[in-house]
């Protein structure tokens, strides 16, 4: 079993930014791959980005190309979601998620998932 545990959201005017935290414990080897994705009310789960074992290898959605940056600490079995020139379109509910294998863009290629934490951007 992993347990994952998000922090870091909040609320912050447009323009601005945050970074998320995930926290992994537990039988933490098997996640080689550690994806973010985000879901908004009424909207379906949002592939944002994955960042794999060795940290070289990240693929961000287009939408958040070139403002969300994905970095992995494996000592401290952390991984943190930067986010800059928030929008507005980016209010959701941020989740991590873990995969034992290559992770991917849709939500069924990861084994265990966190909580969430809401991040709120008004404009």
């Known amino acids: 079993q992993v347990q994952l545990v998000e922090s870091g959201g909040g609320s912050v005017q447009a323009g601005g930014s945050l970074r998320l935290s995930c926290a992994a414990s537990?039988?933490?080897?098997?996640?080689?791959?550690m994806g973010w994705f985000r879901q908004a009310p009424g909207k379906e789960r949002e592939f944002v980005g994955v960042?794999?074992?060795?940290?070289?290898?990240?693929a961000n959605a287009d939408s958040v190309k070139g403002r969300f940056t994905i970095s992995r600490d494996n000592a401290k079995n952390t991984v943190y979601l930067q986010m800059n020139s928030l929008k507005p379109e980016d209010t959701a509910v941020y989740y991590c998620?873990?995969?034992?294998?290559?992770?991917?863009?849709?939500?069924?290629?990861?084994?265990?998932w966190g909580q969430g934490t809401q991040v709120t951007v008004s404009s």
């Open positions: 998620a873990c995969a034992a294998g290559l992770g991917s863009s849709r939500p069924a290629g990861y084994d265990y």
């Open positions: 537990g039988r933490t080897f098997s996640c080689y791959a």
């Open positions: 960042i794999r074992r060795s940290g070289g290898s990240t």
